[in-house]
T-cell receptor, first 114, second 111 residues
Framework: NAGVMQNPRHLVRRRGQEARLRCSPMKGHSHVYWYRQLPEEGLKFMVYLQKENIIDESGMPKERFSAEFPKEGPSILRIQQVVRGDSAAYFC????????????FGEGSRLTVL | DAKTTQPPSMDCAEGRAANLPCNHSTISGNEYVYWYRQIHSQGPQYIIHGLKNNETNEMASLIITEDRKSSTLILPHATLRDTAVYYCIVRVRDSGYALNFGKGTSLLVTP
């Protein structure tokens, strides 16, 4: 059973470009969480999604960031008009239901903004 | 969710037990204690969780004090691969919302 798959693992963008990060949850998991980890800091929750629904986006910046989890395909975290402060590791986690204590994390996508 | 306090760093000799403390003095009756760890450059990994009884699995043991205001994660025989940042998190189990990670304890296991 494959784990949570994230791609790309590394992404370099220039200021003003768009970044798209993809996350395929574990098989049978319909709940996806995105976290951001800035250099030398802890993980910060961004958004929690179920298939086709955003359940909690309280950790998402108000502008430029969006997330989706369509009926088919991976979850996408989209960052428009990236700035240097967006440089971070972005982790995706999945769980089979919302009532689980164990989140399964991917290896992360590392975004570098030049 | 209740706030947790952990030491920023700890050392442990390989083969010895690593005891990682966590204070959560404002924990409420329906909040669980969860432990995760993050090995450098990897995604976090679930270790164990508990409510009020001590818990043990293949990775670690969790000791929760009787008043539930603190807990200790025990790695019985630490190896070099246990070097990681360990996060203690307190939350209501079925709240349906994400875990919030603090700064954790950076554990260094030395040869």
């Amino acid at each position: 059973n494959a784990g949570v798959m994230q791609n790309p693992r590394h992404l370099v963008r220039r200021r003003g470009q768009e970044a798209r990060l993809r996350c395929s949850p574990m098989k049978g998991h319909s709940h996806v969480y995105w976290y951001r980890q800035l250099p030398e800091e802890g993980l910060k929750f961004m958004v929690y999604l179920q298939k086709e629904n955003i359940i909690d986006e309280s950790g998402m910046p108000k502008e430029r960031f969006s997330a989706e989890f369509p009926k088919e395909g991976p979850s996408i975290l989209r960052i428009q008009q990236v700035v240097r402060g967006d440089s971070a590791a972005y982790f995706c986690a999945s769980s089979p239901t919302s009532k689980r204590w164990e989140l399964f994390f991917g290896e992360g996508s590392r975004l570098t903004v030049l | 969710d209740a706030k947790t306090t952990q030491p920023p760093s700890m050392d442990c000799a390989e083969g010895r037990a690593a005891n990682l403390p966590c204070n959560h003095s404002t924990i409420s009756g329906n909040e669980y204690v969860y432990w995760y760890r993050q090995i450098h450059s990897q995604g976090p990994q679930y270790i164990i969780h508990g409510l009020k009884n001590n818990e043990t699995n293949e990775m670690a043991s969790l000791i929760i004090t009787e008043d539930r205001k603190s807990s200790t994660l025990i790695l019985p025989h630490a190896t070099l691969r246990d070097t990681a940042v360990y996060y203690c998190i307190v939350r209501v189990r079925d709240s349906g919302y994400a875990l919030n990670f603090g700064k954790g304890t950076s554990l260094l296991v030395t040869p």
